[in-house]
């Protein structure tokens, strides 16, 4: 099987590469900064009496926090995977 051979990138490439990754960075801070959000309320809501009347509320945001995470994590892995196999990134 034949090696695939990478291209130096020239300093715009290489800025332009840095600056996707530091935004997939900031997206999964973003998906995971929702999931803190979404468990803490849920959280509060189920503790809280005087929000008895929404408690599915609380378990639909405690089902939904973990499922917000791995959406979160995957689309992070997936996107610093594209970068790595099409471009020369040294991590």
């Known amino acids: ?10 300093r715009t490439d290489h800025l332009a590469v840095e600056r ?11 998906y995971f900064r929702t999931f803190i959000v979404f468990l803490s309320s ?3 809501i189920l503790k809280l009496s005087v929000l008895e009347e929404i408690e599915g509320i609380g378990y639909f945001l405690l089902v939904l ?8 994590v995957g689309r992070f892995l997936y996107v610093k995977r594209q970068l790595r ?3 020369m990134i040294r991590e």
Not at 24 to 30: D, I, S
Not at 65 to 72: M, T
């Open 1 to 10: 099987m034949a090696a695939k051979k990478r291209m130096e990138l020239s």
């Open 20 to 30: 996707t990754r530091l935004a997939n960075e900031r997206t999964f801070l973003a």
């Open 42 to 44: 849920g959280f509060a």
């Open 65 to 72: 926090s973990p499922v917000l995470l791995a959406i979160g």
């Open 85 to 87: 196999q099409f471009y």
